[in-house]
């Protein structure tokens, strides 16, 4: 059993378990909310199914962005990307490649804890590419890449 850091085990029994996918949705709308104070609706891209839709729970407790107040919208495309978008801006979060191709790889249930907490203690420019755009046409952001 891994020792957890304090602050994944609000996160732990919110989503019932500890895998890589939903710190990173954590940690995306850590980011998100460090940008954009007031209101903002968040638009995950992962599509429904796990481990990657796990990211959505991870949006939902760091961003106050909730399925109840309709402030989060869930997209097909299996992509490890989320928009934030405020009354002026649309923040683009999207998993590394890389990392995602490592995580994808390795993980299994006897390292997903293990997995999680690398994602808590990285480098934010390690795993995210982060693009900030004026409003306009989000959606169209994530097919141009
Ligand atoms: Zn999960």
Known sequence: MT???EELIPLK???GHLGPYVV?????????RARFEGKM??????GKHPPMSCL????QMTTGCTLGKNNI???DGHLPVVHFIDSTRTLEVRLVDSERERIDR???????????IEILNADEKDIFWVTEVGSGLPERLVKLK
Do not use: C, Q, W
Request: glycine share 8%; no cysteine; net charge positive.
């Open 106 to 116: 390795i993980m299994t249930k006897h390292n997903e804890e293990h997995l999680s």
């Open 73 to 75: 919208h869930v997209r």
């Open 41 to 46: 609706t968040a638009v995950v891209f992962t």
């Open 56 to 59: 959505i729970d991870g949006v």
């Open 24 to 32: 990173i949705g954590y940690r995306m709308g850590k980011l998100a």
């Open 13 to 15: 029994r919110f989503h």
């Open 3 to 5: 020792d957890l850091p």
